[in-house]
């Protein structure tokens, strides 16, 4: 499965910003559709996601209020909407799937895009 991120960019503290995922390839909800994101000398951390056919949305505990998944099955694409942005959302967000039914380990994804850069100003 090849994946497309975009929609990054520089959003000020307090903003929204929506991040695209699209598939040009296998439909989406055949996977569990996860978003992470990598802050500079961080680890790669889970934010939110599908899980597989897309009935049921998961996320870490600490972000869920303020950031959703939604999907456009017409479009083969998962959507990461962030609110409320602050400082520390600053970090290259990345989309992956899963051939497991839900998942949170980075080591459970098999594909995965390239990668959006998202920028918080305060």
């Known amino acids: 499965v090849q994946l497309q991120a975009s929609g990054g960019g520089l959003v000020q503290a307090g903003g929204s910003l929506t991040l695209s995922c699209t598939s040009s390839?296998?439909?989406?909800?055949?996977?569990?559709v996860g978003w992470f994101r990598q802050a500079p000398g961080k680890e790669r951390e889970f934010v939110a996601g599908f899980s597989r056919g897309h009935q049921s949305t998961y996320s870490t505990d600490s972000l869920k209020d303020r950031f959703t998944v939604s999907r456009d099955g017409g479009k083969n694409t998962v959507y990461l909407q962030m609110n409320s942005a602050k400082a520390e959302d600053s970090a290259v967000y990345y989309c992956a799937v899963s051939t497991m039914f839900r998942a949170r380990d980075s080591r459970d994804f098999g594909s995965w895009g390239q990668g959006t850069l998202v920028t918080v100003s305060s």
């Open positions: 390839g296998r439909p989406l909800r055949n996977y569990a």
